[in-house]
């Protein structure tokens, strides 16, 4: 083997194995910090109205309500099981709405009036600097 060959066939798999680390180095800052927590807004935004929808987070859809001064948040994915329409927040009546076939789900996402039958995914959800997080739960 030429001297040339060898030092390009070293330095070729010194790239190819040191690949893995600098893939895992790149990925690590685009995980949260906190484990499975993701973002889905600021805190700003949900004192606002009481309450923030992200339509496009990474945990998916995703509405939370309360305040960032309660520490009594309440977070689900708005998808109604039934229809797949977008539930509302009512405040007055604390509960989830569907505006197609008018089911509703309690503040825990499960059904109080059909026809939808399976409760709404919920999340465990708080504050976290300035930032509203939720995580599967």
Known sequence: MKRRDFINWVGLGGIASSLPIALAACSSGTTSATGDWQTVGTSAELDKTGQLLA????????????????????????TCPHANCTVAWQAEAKKFAC??????????????KGPATEALKTYAAKIE?????VKPS
């Open 55 to 78: 339509k496009n987070s990474p945990a998916g859809p995703v509405l939370v309500v309360g305040t960032s001064k309660n520490a009594n948040l309440t977070a689900v994915n708005p």
């Open 99 to 112: 505006p197609c076939h008018g089911s509703e789900f309690g503040i825990d996402g499960k059904v109080q």
């Open 129 to 133: 600097g300035n930032s509203v997080v």
